[in-house]
């Protein structure tokens, strides 16, 4: 069981908007920044999407974009694509643990 | 561009140390500034971070692996590595090295592309 608790997936058609949800104590996200991967592929590098919240890595495009409230995180996906397939994951420092924690991962579904 | 490799066996027999090293270009893992990692992902779950190691030596782990777990750092050849001890089939999975950055938050920008590790006799 992940510390962090993620929807295990969620769906939506091509052009649509979605978000996924992170969740916890607050212990981790309540007091620390959160970051999403996107994941293409089982057994494939994630890719880091978003980190101190809502903070993009150059390269990433701004229909992705990261809110936290309380102890709350959110990735939005805003003009879905069929490549927008994949899993994907959210983590954050654990204060309380001194470790990372992700979320189990939420699989997106473009149908 | 910063780029990371894992290596090592990919077959480890039950009970014993699984080993990995991971090479890192272009960046110096003696510069400073970020963090080393080691996380992993058994197949069809999801991920979860084992540990990091600072250019220093410092080193952190996750609670649940930290009595088998040892991350250690060769400046001199750019690689840190990875130990776990007394492997069983729980430990079969793909093993990430990555870069950690630790401003604002613990974030991972530059991964390895995985190694495939198999605890099997």
């Known amino acids: 069981q992940s510390v962090l608790t993620q929807p295990p997936s969620v769906s939506a058609a091509p052009g649509q908007k979605v978000t996924i949800s992170c969740s916890r104590s607050?212990?981790?996200?309540?007091?620390?920044?959160v970051s999403w991967y996107q994941q293409q592929l089982p057994g494939t590098a994630p890719k880091l999407l978003i980190y101190e919240n809502n903070k993009r890595p150059s390269g990433i495009p701004d229909r992705f974009s990261g809110s936290k409230s309380g102890t709350s995180a959110t990735l939005g996906i805003t003009g879905l694509q069929t490549g927008d397939e994949a899993d994907y994951y959210c983590?954050?420092?654990?204060?309380?643990?001194?470790?990372?924690?992700f979320g189990g991962g939420t699989k997106l579904t473009v149908l | 561009q910063v780029q990371l490799q894992e290596s090592g066996p990919g077959l480890v027999k039950p009970s014993q140390t699984l080993s990995l090293t991971c090479t890192v270009s272009?960046?110096?893992?003696?510069?400073?500034?970020?963090?080393w990692t080691w996380i992993r992902q058994p197949a069809g779950k999801g991920l979860e971070w084992i540990g990091h190691?600072?250019?220093?030596?410092?080193?952190s782990y996750n609670p649940s692996l930290k009595s088998r777990v040892t991350i250690s750092v060769d400046t001199s050849k750019n690689q840190f590595s990875l130990k776990l001890s007394s492997v069983t089939a729980p430990d079969t999975a793909v093993y990430y090295c990555?870069?950690?950055?630790w401003g604002y938050g613990h974030y991972f920008d530059y991964w390895g592309q995985g190694t495939l590790v198999t605890v099997s006799s």
């Open positions: 190691i600072y250019t220093s030596g410092s080193t």
């Open positions: 272009g960046d110096s893992i003696s510069s400073g500034g970020y963090y």
């Open positions: 990555a870069r950690e950055n």
């Open positions: 983590g954050t420092w654990d204060s309380s643990l001194s470790a990372v924690v």
């Open positions: 607050s212990s981790n996200i309540g007091n620390n920044y």
